[in-house]
């Protein structure tokens, strides 16, 4: 029994899909019961919980030969790193007294570092407890290519892509399409003591996105780079607290410099998407 998290979001619906689809027992962990039908209908079991509670996440992680989980979104929290610490702290309780055989943890670019890299730090913190607690494998995702979901709308409208990266910075990039078949094929392999996979669908600079969505769309889509004093006041526009706002600001910083891969006895995957066909599908 595979247990999910995450299931009504980008990358764990893909997980529980894609093992689903192998015929592999699969249990999601949903926070309201009905969350969790479109599985159900599926042969998935249900389990509801939120991953803050430890009692219920014990009870949904009965049996599990794995668990997929990640750091959810929480874009308003006054205490951010302090709230997701102590979620992932709790977690790792819970393996260990299970003795859960494995964990898969979406991690990030950047989660060797212990600060300087905004809410990566949070990851730095879930692979070490978690891989203390169980044989951990750490997805280590490079930039969401959905990152640029948002300015969609306004490169349709106005022609303009805003980036608070630098232009010409060629990033490691992902869809979770991606990340969730990465996943799901980590859960399948298996328990293998310690394994971390640095995973990127290709490389792209904010200015090479714009040209592709130029393409795409037929019509002139320019950079606009905006300057590191505009996070906060941006973030905070858009609703996240000033905390996670200065997070972010954290993390963009001297050019994104600890956005970077480990390498050493890191593993690194290439996902399956390119950019263009990436970008069309967020296009729909
Ligand atoms: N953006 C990037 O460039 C980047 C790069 C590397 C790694 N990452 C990591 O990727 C994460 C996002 O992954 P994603 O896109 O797959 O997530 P997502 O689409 O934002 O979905 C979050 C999922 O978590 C569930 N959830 C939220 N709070 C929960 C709680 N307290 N207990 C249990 N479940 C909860 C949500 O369920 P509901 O339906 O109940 O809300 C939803 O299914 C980020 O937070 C970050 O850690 C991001």
Same mark, same amino acid.
């Given at each position: 029994?595979?247990?999910?998290?995450?299931?009504?979001?980008?990358?764990?619906?893909?997980?529980?899909?894609?093992?689903?689809? #192998?015929?592999? #027992?699969?249990?999601?962990?949903?926070?309201?019961?009905?969350?969790?039908?479109?599985?159900?209908?599926?042969?998935?079991?249900?389990a509801v919980a939120t991953l803050e509670d430890r009692d219920a996440m014990a009870r949904a992680l009965e049996g599990a030969k794995a668990l997929?989980?990640?750091?959810?979104?929480?874009?308003?929290?006054?205490? $951010?790193?302090?709230?997701?610490?102590?979620?992932?702290?709790?977690?790792? /309780? @819970?393996?260990?007294?299970?003795?859960?055989?494995?964990?898969? =943890?979406?991690?990030?670019?950047?989660?060797?570092?212990? &600060?300087?890299?905004?809410?990566?730090? @949070?990851?730095?913190?879930?692979?070490?407890?978690?891989? *203390?607690?169980?044989?951990?494998?750490?997805?280590?995702?490079?930039?969401?290519? &959905?990152?640029?979901?948002?300015? @969609?709308?306004?490169?349709?409208?106005?022609? @303009?892509?805003?980036?608070?990266?630098?232009?010409? $910075?060629?990033?490691?990039?992902?869809?979770?399409?991606?990340?969730?078949?990465?996943?799901?094929?980590?859960?399948?392999?298996?328990?293998?003591?310690?394994?971390?996979?640095?995973?990127?669908?290709?490389?792209?600079?904010?200015?090479?996105?714009? #040209?592709?969505?130029?393409? $795409? =769309? /037929? #019509?002139?889509?320019?950079?606009?780079?905006?300057?590191?004093?505009?996070?906060?006041?941006?973030?905070?526009?858009?609703?996240?607290?000033? &905390?996670?706002?200065?997070?972010? &600001?954290?993390?963009?910083?001297?050019?994104?410099?600890?956005?970077? +891969?480990?390498?050493?006895? *890191?593993?690194?995957?290439?996902? +399956?998407?390119?950019?263009?066909? /990436?970008?069309?599908?967020?296009?729909?």
């Open positions: 029994m595979y247990v999910i998290t995450g299931v009504t979001g980008n990358t764990g619906s893909v997980v529980a899909n894609a093992l689903l689809d #192998k015929g592999e #027992k699969v249990r999601v962990v949903v926070r309201a019961p009905q969350k969790g039908d479109a599985f159900k209908k599926r042969g998935a079991e249900v997929y989980v990640l750091s959810p979104p929480d874009l308003q929290s006054k205490d $951010l790193v302090g709230s997701k610490t102590k979620m992932f702290d709790g977690l790792a /309780g @819970i393996a260990q007294k299970t003795r859960l055989p494995h964990v898969v =943890l979406l991690s990030s670019i950047g989660a060797q570092h212990a &600060e300087g890299n905004g809410p990566v730090k @949070i990851l730095h913190h879930a692979e070490k407890v978690l891989g *203390a607690a169980a044989a951990l494998t750490a997805v280590r995702a490079s930039f969401f290519l &959905e990152n640029y979901g948002a300015m @969609i709308p306004m490169a349709r409208a106005q022609g @303009i892509l805003p980036t608070f990266s630098p232009a010409e $910075l060629r990033m490691p990039t992902v869809t979770t399409r991606d990340i969730g078949r990465c996943a799901a094929e980590a859960i399948l392999a298996g328990p293998r003591g310690r394994r971390v996979l640095e995973l990127s669908s290709f490389e792209a600079s904010p200015t090479e996105v714009a #040209k592709t969505l130029s393409e $795409l =769309l /037929g #019509k002139p889509v320019q950079v606009q780079p905006a300057p590191l004093s505009a996070i906060v006041p941006t973030f905070t526009q858009l609703g996240t607290s000033t &905390e996670v706002a200065k997070l972010y &600001e954290e993390m963009f910083q001297d050019g994104m410099r600890k956005m970077a +891969w480990e390498g050493g006895s *890191a593993e690194q995957v290439k996902g +399956w998407t390119d950019l263009r066909a /990436g970008l069309q599908h967020l296009l729909g």
